[in-house]
């Protein structure tokens, strides 16, 4: 399994399996988006604008209603897209048509024809990617921010017995105001609340999300609440010290240290974090989920009372500001 997997796409959404690992990480990892720009077609009551961004199976684009000249994001699936990935398209559809929280991208309307497309809320700030590119190191106190309002959308999801599967700075857009707003319900899912994970029989799950940031179990085709607040510590953790708690090119080798691997040190990537926050961060990343906080909200305000309580003082967000520059220099010089 280790040796036949690809050196590719650790960073990208891996969709929908089913059939078994690792065959399914194989195929769906090569699958490109083979479609040129529609900016500048009319789509319905709209004309497409921009391209914002590509993933397996869609295109999101800029458009504004031809009437009213408002501006949403349009995202339209591929007309390359397996039958799986349409089924995933109309689940997301589907989802969105059920969820109202102000920390999650509001769903205007689904069109089916000429093809399936869904109207979004355009989000202008951009994604905590863009925003924060890879290797940058963030100020303690909007990593607060980050955490506890994507928290806060988390918990609105699972309280409604759902797992969005892949938290990701990609799929984390920022309104006008900076705040954050979930995107990308791409592979999000319905999970029983009576079903233990350990009842759901391997051959009937279905292994989806990013490399990246996924938690043992998800990896397993296990996904839960906890996996949300797995990917979340993940990303806190790159947050604090410039890199995600384990990198690789090979998506065997990430599967082996998600699973099997201890947590590296934060503290050693960055002197400065209080070790408090490392023993939050490290909850969140527990191998196990029942060893996580008992909520993702629960995770977010621990992270903001060590924050907050051992002080990152005044000297040390000075230190900080230092070393973070001086990481996002080195990150900037590496592009
Ligand atoms: N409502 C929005 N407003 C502004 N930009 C958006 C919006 N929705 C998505 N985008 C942009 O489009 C990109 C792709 O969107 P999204 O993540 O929903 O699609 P995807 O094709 O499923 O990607 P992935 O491969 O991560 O699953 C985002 O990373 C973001 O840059
Ligand atoms: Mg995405």
């Not at 500048?40 to 397996?56: K, M």
Request: hydrophobic share 40%.
């Amino acid at each position: 399994m280790i040796t036949m997997l690809p050196a590719q796409g650790v960073d990208e959404t891996v969709t929908p399996p089913t059939i078994p690992v690792p065959q399914v990480f194989l195929d769906l990892l090569q699958t490109e988006n083979k479609e040129g720009s529609r900016s500048g077609e009319t789509l319905g009551d709209y004309l497409l604008g921009d391209l914002l961004g590509t993933g397996g199976s869609a295109e999101v684009y800029l458009a504004e209603h031809r009437a009213t000249h408002k501006q949403v994001a349009i995202k339209i699936l591929s007309e390359c897209a397996t039958f799986e990935q349409t089924e995933f398209f109309f689940n997301e559809a589907a989802l969105l048509a059920s969820l109202s929280h102000s920390r999650i991208v509001h769903l205007l309307a689904f069109h089916e024809y000429p093809v399936p497309y869904l109207v979004m809320n355009y989000l202008p700030s951009g994604t905590l990617r863009q925003q924060h590119p890879e290797g940058s190191i963030v100020p303690p106190h909007m990593i607060i921010n980050y955490v506890r309002q994507t928290a806060a959308a988390l918990q609105y999801l699972h309280d409604h017995h759902i797992v969005h599967r892949d938290i990701k700075p990609e799929n984390l857009l920022l309104d006008t105001d900076h705040s954050v707003i979930v995107g990308d319900f791409g592979i999000a899912t319905t999970v029983s609340p009576e079903s233990q994970p350990e009842e759901i029989a391997l051959d009937d799950a279905v292994v989806v999300g990013t490399p990246k940031y996924m938690a043992p179990e998800a990896i397993e085709g296990h996904a839960q609440p906890a996996s949300d607040q797995y990917a979340l510590g993940a990303l806190a953790y790159e947050w604090f010290c410039g890199t995600p708690p384990f990198t690789s090119d090979f998506l065997a080798c990430l599967i082996y240290q998600h699973t099997s691997q201890p947590l590296p040190s934060l503290r050693e990537k960055n002197e400065h974090i209080p070790q408090a926050v490392e023993k939050v961060i490290a909850r969140a990343l527990a191998k196990e989920p029942e060893n996580r906080f008992p909520s993702v909200t629960a995770f977010a305000s621990a992270l903001e009372r060590a924050v907050t309580h051992h002080q990152i003082t005044a000297i040390h967000l000075q230190h900080w500001d230092e070393y973070g520059q001086s990481a996002n220099d080195q990150s900037a010089r590496s592009r």
